[in-house]
């Protein structure tokens, strides 16, 4: 009995068994990977650790790195255009890294995606950095969408910075070297310090309220952190935002990324580099100028070249030398047509008598005058002509038309040959 019970239950067992789907390791890998990049909570997270076992790939640039702290770890991948900062992490080194849980479905394995990484003695400025970063981009003030595209020709280009410094004076070279009569309108402010913020908001908003300004430059040197630090205001990257004239990023050096940059419509490597992108090149233009010119020159000199020998033509053309031929050949071709018309029309109009006479020789042919002549008569009574004898009775008067004229005649006597079909039905008759 105990036997078998353990027969149905196993039995029972190898039955739920069967009944479950059964994978493939491909499969199993994508559920995996897929439930777990599904988890919003996993698609951005800051975390903080000691980097270990750091190895570079050098066709690429991309780093893969283990994160650990004393009892557990993670493997991390940072591809080489998610290093905004240019960090070079090491073995030992101890930093915060923002990005995205993603599972490596090869391997099955679970790597943390890095899109940002600090070393972790930046502290809280990095971390308020991240979070005000994180913020703006969801509410989609990143978004290529939303920027504002450079006018081609400005009048006047107003630059938000210190008056001190090389930074305004950089920007007003490089502009009237490429196109000299460009205005620039300076908001001196703050690049730094506790009035920085105030100063960069006010003088985007001035210049928004000022008609004739084209473009916005908000600009400052290098400089480490945090003197960049103001740069990366949320105050100042909604006004930014805000404005309804495009503006120009250029802060720091090309290494410096801010959230200024980026929100602004454009960002400039330098301040210098803005200017450029601001202003079109003079030199540039004229040169393309000469070239429509001189397209413009030859596509004529082709045209007129052109019309001079179909005018030599016309010159040199013997109609035009002597006009009266064209006149003679006309007069010679309107003869030939109208004695070619004449002939034609003689032609057509022969033919048409030729058959209009057979038509009368046939008419003729068949006219009752011709069978008078042949000594035949015509009868009539009353204008109708008589056919048979039956049609006429006794002191009937009718008439005779012969071929010379008319006799007129009384009926005493009628006597109707028989015709052969009358005379076989009198035969018949009298046979019967």
Same mark, same amino acid.
């Given at each position: 009995?105990?036997?078998?019970?353990?027969?149905?239950?196993?039995?029972?067992?190898?039955?739920r068994?069967?009944?479950?789907?059964?994978?493939?390791?491909?499969?199993?890998?994508?559920?995996?990977?897929?439930?777990?990049?599904?988890?919003?909570?996993?698609?951005?997270?800051?975390?903080?650790?000691?980097?270990?076992?750091?190895?570079?790939?050098?066709?690429?640039?991309h780093?893969?790195?283990?994160?650990?702290?004393?009892?557990?770890?993670?493997?991390?991948?940072?591809?080489?255009?998610?290093?905004?900062?240019?960090?070079?992490?090491?073995?030992?080194?101890?930093?915060?890294?923002?990005?995205?849980?993603?599972?490596?479905?090869?391997?099955?394995?679970?790597?943390?995606?890095?899109?940002?990484?600090?070393?972790?003695?930046?502290?809280?400025?990095?971390?308020?950095?991240?979070?005000?970063?994180?913020k703006?981009?969801?509410?989609?003030?990143?978004?290529?969408?939303?920027?504002?595209?450079?006018?081609?020709?400005?009048?006047?280009?107003?630059?938000?910075?210190?008056?001190?410094?090389?930074?305004?004076?950089?920007?007003?070279?490089?502009?009237?070297?490429?196109?000299?009569?460009?205005?620039?309108?300076?908001?001196?402010?703050?690049?730094?310090?506790?009035?920085?913020?105030?100063e960069?908001?006010?003088?985007?908003?001035?210049?928004?309220?000022?008609?004739?300004?084209?473009?916005?430059?908000?600009?400052?040197?290098?400089?480490?952190?945090? !003197?960049?630090? /103001?740069?990366?205001? #949320?105050?100042?990257?909604?006004? &930014?935002?805000?404005?309804?004239?495009? @503006? %120009?990023? =250029?802060?720091g050096?090309?290494?410096?990324?801010?959230?200024?940059d980026?929100?602004?419509?454009?960002?400039?490597?330098?301040?210098?580099?803005?200017? !450029?992108l601001? /202003?079109?090149?003079? #030199?540039?233009?004229?040169?393309? &100028?000469?070239?429509?010119?001189?397209? @413009? %020159?030859? =596509?004529?000199?082709?045209?007129?070249?052109?019309?001079?020998?179909?005018?030599?033509?016309?010159?040199?053309?013997?109609?035009?030398?002597?006009?009266?031929?064209?006149?003679?050949?006309?007069?010679?071709?309107?003869?030939?047509?109208?004695?070619?018309?004449?002939?034609?029309?003689?032609?057509?109009?022969?033919?048409?008598?030729?058959?209009?006479?057979?038509?009368?020789?046939?008419?003729?042919?068949?006219?009752?005058?011709?069978i008078?002549?042949?000594?035949?008569?015509?009868?009539?009574?009353?204008g109708?002509?008589?056919?048979?004898?039956?049609?006429?009775?006794?002191?009937?008067?009718?008439?005779?038309?012969?071929?010379?004229?008319?006799?007129?005649?009384?009926?005493?006597?009628?006597?109707?040959?028989?015709?052969?079909?009358?005379?076989?039905?009198?035969?018949?008759?009298?046979?019967?």
């Open positions: 009995m105990a036997q078998k019970l353990r027969t149905m239950k196993m039995n029972t067992s190898l039955e068994f069967f009944a479950l789907k059964i994978y493939s390791v491909s499969e199993l890998n994508f559920i995996i990977k897929k439930t777990i990049e599904d988890e919003d909570k996993l698609l951005n997270v800051i975390v903080k650790g000691e980097i270990s076992d750091c190895k570079y790939h050098e066709p690429s640039g780093l893969y790195f283990t994160l650990k702290d004393e009892s557990s770890r993670i493997r991390c991948v940072l591809f080489r255009r998610n290093n905004l900062l240019k960090l070079k992490p090491e073995t030992g080194m101890k930093v915060i890294v923002q990005g995205s849980i993603q599972v490596y479905q090869q391997r099955s394995e679970v790597q943390l995606v890095v899109s940002e990484i600090q070393p972790e003695g930046l502290g809280v400025q990095y971390l308020m950095f991240l979070q005000i970063k994180e703006l981009q969801k509410e989609g003030l990143f978004d290529e969408s939303r920027k504002k595209k450079l006018p081609e020709f400005p009048n006047c280009i107003g630059v938000v910075t210190s008056p001190q410094g090389a930074v305004f004076h950089d920007i007003i070279k490089v502009t009237k070297r490429r196109f000299p009569k460009i205005d620039i309108i300076l908001y001196p402010a703050h690049v730094q310090g506790e009035y920085a913020e105030d960069l908001c006010k003088g985007i908003e001035v210049f928004n309220r000022i008609k004739g300004i084209d473009i916005i430059i908000i600009a400052r040197g290098g400089g480490s952190n945090e !003197e960049l630090l /103001v740069f990366n205001s #949320e105050r100042l990257a909604r006004t &930014i935002a805000s404005s309804r004239i495009p @503006i %120009i990023s =250029a802060v050096h090309e290494t410096d990324y801010t959230i200024a980026f929100v602004a419509d454009v960002r400039a490597p330098t301040p210098s580099a803005a200017a !450029e601001a /202003v079109p090149d003079k #030199e540039k233009f004229m040169q393309e &100028i000469d070239m429509i010119e001189k397209r @413009i %020159i030859k =596509a004529w000199k082709t045209k007129i070249n052109f019309e001079m020998k179909r005018l030599e033509n016309i010159l040199s053309c013997k109609y035009f030398k002597m006009p009266s031929k064209i006149y003679e050949e006309k007069i010679q071709n309107l003869d030939d047509l109208y004695s070619r018309l004449v002939l034609s029309a003689k032609r057509y109009i022969e033919e048409k008598n030729n058959r209009l006479d057979s038509k009368i020789d046939m008419l003729n042919a068949l006219s009752p005058s011709r008078i002549e042949r000594g035949y008569t015509i009868v009539t009574k009353n109708k002509i008589i056919r048979s004898v039956d049609e006429i009775e006794i002191n009937d008067f009718l008439i005779l038309k012969f071929k010379d004229g008319f006799a007129s005649v009384r009926v005493e006597n009628t006597n109707k040959e028989n015709t052969n079909k009358e005379k076989e039905k009198e035969d018949e008759r009298e046979r019967k």
